[in-house]
T-cell receptor, first 115, second 113 residues
Framework: RKEVEQDPGPFNVPEGATVAFNCTYSNSASQSFFWYRQDCRKEPKLLMSVYSSGNEDGRFTAQLNRASQYISLLIRDSKLSDSATYLCVVNREPNSGGSNYKLTFGKGTLLTVNP | EAGVAQSPRYKIIEKRQSVAFWCNPISGHATLYWYQQILGQGPKLLIQFQNNGVVDDSQLPKDRFSAERLKGVDSTLKIQPAKLEDSAVYLC???????????FGPGTRLTVL
């Protein structure tokens, strides 16, 4: 089983639609979780951190279910500018203090929002 | 604040040739990462430095890849000799503390013919 698995996509949705991305992770030691966004031929950029039971940022809502080792990202009222690849990322924090974080990225799910 | 700088942005070489990439992290960032992103995949960590020491190079193909971070600032990643399957974008990232402060550079797109 891959360490981080995402919906394969691609997703094509009309403007204003609600779209959900799903992600599962295999390592129960994973401590923190993120969604990154990557535009075509650009570098990944942090979209949201997902801590404890999840969080919301405007039109974006991230949820975490530790028992099921499942993370989701919901985009409401999608915009043309939301078109990008969404990467699910998990981190296994070090046992002791320090910055030896190991981020593992999923393959990403491509979203295209159509006018 | 200046971001992570990488050069070159693009490189085309023939297989069995050597190539080197350079990264300058955000000022003051102690941790530096090199990732390989193959088309259609997520970034895969190759090596992680804390200041000038290596903390994780478990996924670095050490028979052909090498990296160094002299003086705990700039870093270079080298491939010698290159193979066709090394065609990818090589991303450098840096962070000062926790994982949610990790910033990526624009990447170097390598094509091996």
């Amino acid at each position: 089983r891959k360490e981080v698995e995402q919906d394969p996509g691609p997703f094509n949705v009309p403007e204003g639609a609600t779209v959900a991305f799903n992600c599962t992770y295999s390592n129960s030691a994973s401590q923190s979780f993120f969604w990154y966004r990557q535009d075509c031929r650009k570098e990944p950029k942090l979209l949201m951190s997902v801590y404890s039971s999840g969080n919301e940022d405007g039109r974006f809502t991230a949820q975490l279910n530790r028992a099921s080792q499942y993370i989701s990202l919901l985009i409401r009222d999608s915009k043309l500018s939301d078109s990008a690849t969404y990467l699910c990322v998990v981190n296994r924090e070090p046992n002791s203090g320090g910055s030896n974080y190991k981020l593992t990225f999923g393959k990403g799910t491509l979203l295209t929002v159509n006018p | 604040e200046a971001g992570v700088a990488q050069s070159p942005r693009y490189k085309i070489i023939e297989k069995r040739q050597s190539v080197a990439f350079w990264c300058n992290p955000i000022s003051g960032h102690a941790t530096l990462y090199w990732y390989q992103q193959i088309l259609g995949q997520g970034p895969k960590l190759l090596i992680q430095f804390q200041n000038n020491g290596v903390v994780d190079d478990s996924q670095l193909p050490k028979d052909r890849f090498s990296a160094e971070r002299l003086k705990g600032v700039d870093s270079t990643l080298k491939i010698q000799p290159a193979k066709l399957e090394d065609s990818a974008v090589y991303l450098c990232a840096s962070s000062s503390a926790g994982p949610d402060t990790q910033y990526f550079g624009p990447g170097t797109r390598l094509t091996v013919l």
